[in-house]
């Protein structure tokens, strides 16, 4: 079956400092990777996702994520947080089988920036 | 600009009550969601739509019930069967519900009991 696991519930960190979430999935079939991010309050909102071609994908707010299908792991990554960047992320992974199309959301990892 | 609206933003209900949730969008989406959020739970699915008069359980659909009778329009009713409300809902849609097409939410509602 389908799953997808954030490794880390709560990741605190100091302002500039860079950090990585992480994400994991298992499937036998082909994937479609999404990161959102939720500020408090607020709905979700797309960060950046992973289709096809470069494994490496980018945001316009400096965050990076690499697709490893080795390692069937889509981690997060900024090299220097901001405090605006404090808030839910989840890691989000779409399957085709068949004709079940499904999203699967992972727990949410809460990232909490201090100057 | 485009987008989706959920309303109200915070909603009581009492005990034995029927609330219903609105959500609308202006993005010509064809697929429409609704989901529920609980503290270190991530996002549950309780009911989707891929199209107009059409609809799906989720894997949380009891004591839910919906309808799409308009493509912009995907109310979620909890009924008084749905014992423990108390959530933030979120809707959302997409362009359709192929395997790369990203989800837009909502700003959400959180329902409480009184």
């Known amino acids: 079956a389908q799953s997808v696991t954030q490794l880390d519930s709560q990741v605190p960190v100091f302002e500039e400092a860079p950090v990585e979430l992480r994400c994991n999935y298992s499937?036998?079939?082909?994937?479609?990777l999404f990161w959102y991010v939720q500020y408090p309050n607020q709905g979700l909102q797309l960060l950046l996702k992973y289709l096809s071609g470069s494994t490496l994908v980018e945001s316009i707010n400096g965050f990076e994520a690499e697709f490893n299908k080795s390692q069937t792991s889509f981690h997060l990554r900024k090299p220097s947080v901001h405090i605006s960047d404090t808030a839910e992320y989840f890691c989000?992974?779409?399957?085709?089988?068949?004709?079940?199309?499904?999203?699967?959301w992972g727990l949410g990892t809460s990232l909490a920036v201090n100057p | 600009d485009g987008g989706i609206t959920q309303s109200p933003k915070y909603l009581f209900r009492k005990e034995g009550q029927n609330v219903t949730l609105s959500c609308e969008q202006n993005?010509?989406?064809?697929?429409m969601y609704w989901y529920r959020q609980d503290p270190g739970q991530g996002l549950r699915l309780i009911y989707y739509s891929q199209i107009v008069n059409d609809f799906q359980k989720g894997d949380i659909a009891e004591g839910y019930s919906v309808s799409r009778e308009k493509k912009e329009s995907f109310p979620l009713t909890v009924t008084s069967a749905q014992k423990n409300p108390t959530a933030f809902y979120l809707c959302a849609s997409s362009s359709g519900t192929g395997v790369g097409q990203p989800q837009h939410f909502g700003d959400g509602t959180r329902l409480s009991i009184l």
């Open positions: 993005l010509n989406h064809d697929a």
């Open positions: 989000a992974v779409s399957f085709n089988a068949g004709n079940n199309r499904k999203l699967i």
């Open positions: 499937s036998s079939v082909s994937v479609y």
